[in-house]
């Protein structure tokens, strides 16, 4: 299952997001430091089944199936708050961050009404320039890889120099378990000009761009911009905007009230929509009613939903450009062998092919791959044959799957 870690400066609503994510009760308070240890919770990304245009009832096994909304799993890890400096041990440090180590993008969550000074403390809002948070969380992710690269950077540096071995073979070993790839250090060499062959001459700057890059290249981020149910939001939002970052205006307390509502039976409400519906206002304390219309106003019809879905589904979809396949094996039935059918949906990365789909399944299954089957065209797949989102695959291997 995919992973994605909340982080953030202190106090900006990650716990709130993380609870309207994942409807886990989890501690929210207005001060620093609430998160102590990292909550971990599932999420789903949404999508439209393809079960319409087949025409067919599907009985979802890796995920759900609502009324023609396919809903994917993913796993969401809330961590506690970060400070500048936590990498040199302010606030609660960073040791936290190896609960993300896996985690293939990152939602930074920051106050876009800018009522929170730098150490998570309230303040006058609009009195804080939220970029300033998401860039110093930044920098700490970049401190946080580059102390494990320095961790063992004297041996690597000799290793290397005295050719025994490469630059890219040394970085791989030391960071294949943060999700960083051979070809994110080959990138990052490339795009910083470093010269691979004599790593000793670079300084401790140079390093740490080198881990920003890094990590920008594995673990992406996407900015929450949250609290923007908060009058004056706007201006932090077109900050965060056009200092280049991706960004979601959400408020996280306004989907977790919807999400809880729609629990009760309360509101008719997915998330990802763009409105709510009261199912018997009789039933609605003045309170619940006050709330509610001020989700609507605030939230609803000024930003057209709560942000916090499109968190997901922009992250995975979009910035990760993951594109979602539906394997079956018998491709008339479109089921599995006990007759499932679309029993499952696998979130691919773009350029994948079938036989990448076949291993993903199973490894017996890419070894022995002989072909695979379109379901919509009926035509055969090579195995090189790259896929795109919503294909329905079955795979033809010389192996029974088990
Ligand atoms: N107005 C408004 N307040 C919010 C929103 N989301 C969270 N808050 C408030 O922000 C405060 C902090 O929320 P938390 O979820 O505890 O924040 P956190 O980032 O997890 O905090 P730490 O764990 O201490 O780092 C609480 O008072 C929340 O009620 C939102 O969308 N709008
Ligand atoms: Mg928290």
Redesign the pocket.
């Known amino acids: 299952m995919e992973i994605t870690g909340?982080v953030?400066?202190?106090?900006?609503?990650?716990?709130?997001?993380?609870?309207?994510m994942t409807l886990v009760p989890?501690?929210?308070?207005?001060?620093?430091?609430?998160?102590?240890k990292p909550n971990v919770g599932i999420t789903h990304l949404r999508i439209d089944c393809v079960c319409r245009e087949f025409g067919v009832k599907d009985n979802p096994k890796n995920s759900l199936c609502i009324n023609g909304v396919r809903l994917v799993p993913i796993q969401v890890i809330?961590?506690?708050?970060?400070v500048r400096g936590a990498h040199a041990g302010r606030g609660l440090g960073l040791q936290f961050l190896d609960e993300i180590r896996q985690a293939s993008a990152l939602i930074v969550?920051c106050?876009a009404?800018g009522?929170?000074d730098a150490d998570?403390r309230?303040v006058e809002p609009g009195t804080h320039d939220p970029v300033e948070d998401v860039r110093m969380v930044e920098e700490e992710l970049a401190f946080w890889i580059a102390g494990m690269i320095e961790k063992d950077w004297r041996r690597i540096c000799r290793a290397v120099e005295n050719k025994q071995s490469t630059l890219v073979d040394e970085l791989s070993n030391k960071l294949s378990g943060l999700g960083i790839a051979p070809s994110h250090i080959e990138q990052s060499i490339l795009s910083l000009g470093i010269n691979p062959n004599a790593p000793s001459k670079l300084g401790k700057n140079e390093l740490l761009r080198l881990a920003m890059e890094l990590r920008a290249l594995s673990k992406p981020i996407l900015v929450a911009a949250?609290?923007?149910?908060?009058e004056g939001s706007e201006k932090g939002v077109e900050r965060l905007r056009s200092a280049g970052y991706n960004v979601i205006p959400?408020?996280?307390?306004?989907?977790?009230i919807l999400r809880m509502a729609a629990e009760k039976g309360l509101v008719r409400y997915t998330p990802g929509d763009p409105c709510f519906e009261i199912v018997d206002s009789s039933k609605l304390t003045p309170q619940q009613k006050k709330t509610l219309e001020m989700i609507e106003a605030r939230?609803l019809e000024r930003w057209g939903s709560?942000g916090v879905q499109q968190l997901i589904n922009v992250a995975y979809l979009e910035i990760l450009g993951y594109i979602p396949v539906y394997p079956v094996e018998d491709a008339d039935k479109l089921c599995d062998k006990h007759g499932n059918v679309l029993p499952d949906v696998y979130l691919l990365p773009k350029g994948s092919t079938a036989r990448d789909l076949a291993y993903k399944i199973h490894s017996e299954l890419g070894k022995g791959f002989l072909y695979a089957i379109d379901v919509r065209t009926k035509l055969r797949l090579g195995e090189k044959h790259q896929l795109k989102s919503g294909d329905v695959i079955s795979i033809i291997s010389t192996t029974k799957r088990g």
């Not at 953030?8 to 309207?20: E, H, Q, V, Y």
């Not at 989890?26 to 102590?36: D, E, K, L, M, R």
């Open positions: 909340i953030g400066k202190a106090n900006t609503g990650k716990s709130t997001l993380f609870s309207a989890v501690q929210v308070a207005n001060y620093p430091f609430t998160t102590i809330d961590c506690p708050g970060i969550v106050d009404a009522a929170t998570g309230p949250n609290k923007v149910d908060i959400c408020s996280a307390e306004a989907e977790r939230v709560t």
